[in-house]
C-alpha cells in the first residue's frame, strides 16, 4: 500500500500538516512518500514574499512528476487557499495531468484533501470542495474528513477543519502555526485514508 502526499507549501503551513498526515498513514503500516509540486515564482519573488526560509527548510523534498501519480493507491493533496480555490502551483500540476486521464491511470484510487487559509473564514472549505472536482474527472474516490474526528466538535478554540478535509488557519501574517487539534486531524487524516485504501487493494 503505497500513498503520496503530495503538496505546495509557501510558508511552512501546509508543510507542518504534511507531516503530521504522513504519521498517521505510516502508523497504519502505509509506505508514504512526501513530493512537492514545481514551484513557478521566481526565487527574487519568493525573496519578496518573505519565503525563502520556509522553501529553505523544504529543499529535500522531492519535486513530484506527473507520471508517479499512478505509482500510488492514494494521493492526498495539499494546498493552500487562493481567493477560495486551490494556489497557482498545483492547479498547473493537475493542469498536466492530462495524459493519466486518458488513460484512467488514476480511476479507483484514494484521493483526499488538505489546505490552509490566512482567516478563519477565508476560503478553506470551497478550496477542497473546488479541489475535488479534479478527483472525480480522474475517478477517485474522495475520502473527507469524519466527525469520528472528535476535534471537529471542540469548539473553545479556533480550529481549521470539516467533513471535507483537514485546514489550518495561517493568519494574515502567516504567524499562525497549525495547533494540536489541527494537527491531530492530519494525522487521523492520514490514518484514515491508510484504513480505506487498504480496504480497496485488499
Not at 30 to 59: C, H, W, Y
Not at 76 to 98: E, K, V, Y
Not at 106 to 129: N, R, W, Y
Not at 176 to 199: D, M, Q, S
Request: aromatic share 8%; hydrophobic share 40%.
Amino acid at each position: 500500500m503505497k500513498i503520496l502526499v503530495l503538496f505546495y507549501s509557501m510558508y511552512g503551513h501546509i508543510y507542518n500538516l504534511a507531516n503530521e498526515i504522513k504519521k498517521g498513514a505510516e502508523s497504519f503500516s502505509a509506505k508514504v512518500d512526501l513530493k512537492r509540486v514545481p514551484e513557478t515564482l521566481s526565487n527574487e519573488i519568493l525573496e519578496k514574499m518573505g519565503a525563502t526560509k520556509s522553501q529553505e527548510q523544504m529543499k529535500d523534498i522531492p519535486i513530484a512528476k506527473v507520471q508517479e501519480l499512478s505509482q500510488y493507491d492514494a494521493i492526498i493533496f495539499g494546498t493552500p487557499t487562493r481567493f477560495g480555490n486551490m494556489c497557482a502551483q498545483m492547479r498547473s500540476f493537475l493542469d498536466a495531468t492530462g495524459s493519466l486521464w486518458m488513460k484512467g491511470a488514476l480511476v479507483g484510487k484514494v484521493g483526499s484533501v488538505f489546505t490552509s487559509s490566512a482567516t478563519q473564514h477565508g476560503g478553506q472549505e470551497s478550496t477542497i470542495l473546488t479541489f475535488h472536482t479534479n478527483l472525480l474527472h480522474h475517478g477517485m474516490i474522495i475520502v473527507g474528513l469524519p466527525y469520528t474526528y472528535q476535534g471537529q466538535m471542540d469548539n473553545s478554540e479556533i480550529a481549521g477543519g470539516s467533513p471535507y478535509g483537514v485546514s489550518t488557519i495561517a493568519g494574515v501574517k502567516g504567524e499562525r502555526n497549525p495547533n494540536k487539534n489541527e494537527l491531530a486531524a492530519a494525522a487521523f487524516l492520514g490514518k484514515h485514508v491508510a484504513e480505506i485504501t487498504k480496504k480497496l487493494v485488499s
